[in-house]
């Protein structure tokens, strides 16, 4: 599927500084009812991770975080309101335990891209429940979909997991309560939340995980490296250059509106923030673009002030 080209439009109040709009948009999943995911570009020939050791993983659900919350302020406010159809956001400091969620409560999203971060978790998990590590294969399958978002090997690594029966069992164990894998092998049609999002991120960035100390890197690792036109998004609140993330974007078919999703890890004035925003109903990409860098910085200092 190509992606359009359209350059942004400023949508909602700017904190601080966003990075550019890519100007070479890369594939994103045809995950509608008419059409299988379809391939992208040929992966990059940058060299795979090594392999995660696989120690069993525990089989109870992680111990919830109570959180505290702060109230949004007026510039969150204002940057939601900018969407033409629903947006959410939801940030943790990492440091402090304060989190904050904000728009569209009870809507599901569909993920677009950013499941490719959830089918890797799953594969990792089922990995260490196994006590091996992932294969050659698998590295390289890994690699493609994360770092160039490359959709025939999203397919491959989603049918290992079990395709939706298998995201789902992960999902129950990482405590996501408002995801459910897209059915019929459209994995770009997985329903989430931006909070399930932020639980989702806690495994990757956090101790309080599932997931073993190297499988944590190894993923940190990928999206620490996608390539660069796909790196906009929730980076746009980090303060400089110390940011990982995973986007998804995708026009549906029956209305012509775009979907577009932001997730990752952020660096913000010394404080380490997993944000998540998911979009949809937005006119066209780069409007919608415009609109999660927004809503992604105006969370990020309402949180924290800064």
């Known amino acids: 599927m190509a992606d359009a080209t ?13 990075p550019s709009v890519p100007t070479r948009p890369s594939t994103e999943p045809s995950t509608q009812p008419s059409a299988k995911p379809s391939p992208s570009a040929p992966p990059s020939a940058s060299a795979s991770p090594t392999a995660p050791s696989a120690p069993s993983a525990p089989v109870t659900p992680v111990t919830p975080v109570t959180p505290v919350t702060p109230v949004a302020d007026a510039a969150l406010s204002n940057a939601v309101a900018q969407a033409k159809g629903a947006v959410s956001v939801s940030v943790t400091d990492l440091g402090t335990g304060q989190s904050l969620t904000y728009g569209a409560p009870g809507h599901g999203f569909a993920t677009a891209s950013i499941v490719k971060v959830d089918i890797l978790s799953a594969l990792l998990l089922q990995a260490q429940d196994q006590g091996t590590p992932l294969t050659a294969s698998q590295q390289s399958l890994a690699t493609a979909m994360i770092e160039n978002s490359d959709n025939d090997s999203a397919t491959a690594l989603w049918n290992e997991i079990g395709q939706d029966s298998g995201l789902n069992a992960a999902n129950k164990r ?9 059915t019929d092998g459209y994995w770009g049609l997985t329903s989430t939340t931006a909070d399930d999002q932020v639980r989702l991120l806690r495994q990757v960035f956090s101790s309080d995980s599932l997931l073993s100390s190297t499988s944590r890197s190894y993923l940190q690792g990928l999206l620490g490296q996608v390539e660069s036109d796909q790196r906009w998004g929730v980076s746009a609140a980090a303060s400089g250059s110390d940011y990982a993330v995973k986007n998804g ?18 660096e913000r004035n010394g404080h380490e923030l997993l944000i998540a925003v998911v979009s949809d109903g937005n006119p066209d990409e780069s409007s919608g673009i415009s609109l999660v860098q927004s809503v992604a910085q105006a969370a990020a200092a309402s949180l924290n002030g800064s």
């Open 6 to 18: 359209s350059s942004p439009a400023p949508s909602g109040p700017t904190v601080s500084t966003s």
């Open 174 to 182: 990482f405590g996501l309560t408002a995801t459910s894998g897209g």
């Open 249 to 266: 974007w995708l026009p549906r078919s029956d209305t012509g509106l775009w979907v577009i999703n932001s997730i990752g890890m952020v």
